[in-house]
Every structure is written in structure tokens, then in C-alpha cells.
């Protein structure tokens, strides 16, 4: 069984940090695609940054480019988002997303995504 467990989500004060984690298990790490997505009270669901976990290719959106930092761990079956200055417009549930690499399209577009963690609040504080 495929599962995706996303953590390290909180409340940060506008320029402040925080890391999230994904934890994947049920399936081969190093031939997936796994992104973080954000979703917003009353918008749609966004994506945040990508990366391969064959090899370490990395895709960020423009609205996050410089402050957010994707990466795995393939020791630990873990990808991670660095969040820096974190600004009050990065509120939202964050959701961790995987599809197989060689089968990915076009990374921004959550329909592409097959499966999804349960979702990690940012809450950012001006």
C-alpha cells in the first residue's frame, strides 16, 4: 500500500522558517516523482516544488523561487521542503503528491498525480 505522511507543518511569524517532511512508503522511492502542493482556504490547489527521486531533478513555482528549497533522502524514503521567509500568502495546507517519474507530464498540474498525503497546515503570522 502506497502511503505518503506529511509533517512539520506549524505557525511561523512572517520571515520565519519551517521544514516539512514526506515520508513515502509502498513503492520504488527512486523511480517517483514527488511534489508538494498548497492549498488555500477558497483557492485551488497549487503547486509548490517538485523533485526527481531518480535523479534529483528539481522544479520550483515562480511564487516561491529563492525562499523554498526542495530535496530527498533516499535513505529514508523522505523528501523534504525548506521553507524560508515565509511570508503571511505561503498559509496553507500543504499536501506531498508522488506519480512515477517516466510517466510525469507536466509537474505543476495535480491531475497528474496519482497519489497523495494527508495534508500539513502553515499557518504564517504577519
Known amino acids: 500500500e502506497v502511503q505518503l505522511v506529511g509533517s512539520g507543518g506549524g505557525l511561523v511569524q512572517a520571515g520565519g522558517s519551517l521544514k516539512l517532511s514526506c515520508a513515502a512508503s509502498?513503492?520504488?522511492?527512486?523511480?517517483?516523482?514527488i511534489a508538494w502542493f498548497r492549498q488555500a482556504p477558497g483557492k485551488e490547489r497549487e503547486g509548490v516544488s517538485c523533485i526527481s527521486t531518480s535523479d534529483g531533478s528539481t522544479y520550483v513555482a515562480n511564487s516561491v523561487a529563492g525562499r523554498f528549497t526542495i530535496s530527498r533522502d533516499s535513505a529514508k524514503n523522505t523528501v523534504y521542503l525548506q521553507m524560508n521567509s515565509l511570508k503571511p500568502e505561503d498559509t496553507a495546507v500543504y499536501y506531498c503528491?508522488?506519480?512515477?517519474?517516466?510517466?510525469?507530464?507536466?509537474?505543476?498540474?495535480?491531475?497528474?498525480?496519482?497519489?497523495w498525503g494527508q495534508g500539513t497546515q502553515v499557518t504564517v503570522s504577519s
Open positions: 509502498g513503492f520504488t522511492f527512486d523511480d517517483y516523482a
Open positions: 503528491t508522488a506519480k512515477e517519474w517516466g510517466l510525469l507530464k507536466l509537474w505543476i498540474r495535480s491531475d497528474e498525480y496519482d497519489y
